[in-house]
């Protein structure tokens, strides 16, 4: 797992939000329809935020690309 560097890096929620435009959950009324997710409080020690650097890899293979988008791989993980 190379991660996404950050031009490709979300939030929990930045991708919930992904996820519920995609199933359609953001027309939905809120009450009524099944919550996707429920969130807690943060424990101690919990990242806020992580970003991975994939510039040591593209070093070793500067023809490498990404060859998904967050989006396309969103939408498959929705399909």
């Known amino acids: 797992n190379l991660g996404g560097g ?14 519920e435009r995609e199933l359609g959950y953001d027309k939905t009324p809120l009450e009524g329809r099944p919550a996707l997710l429920q969130f807690h409080e943060g424990r101690k020690g919990d990242r806020v935020w992580d970003v991975h650097d994939v510039s040591k890899f593209r070093n070793d293979y500067p023809d490498w690309d990404y060859e998904y988008s967050l989006q396309d791989i969103i939408k498959d993980l929705c399909s």
């Not at 950050?6 to 996820?19: D, F, G, K, Q, T």
């Open 6 to 19: 950050p031009e490709r890096s979300v939030s929990i929620l930045e991708a919930a939000m992904m996820i």
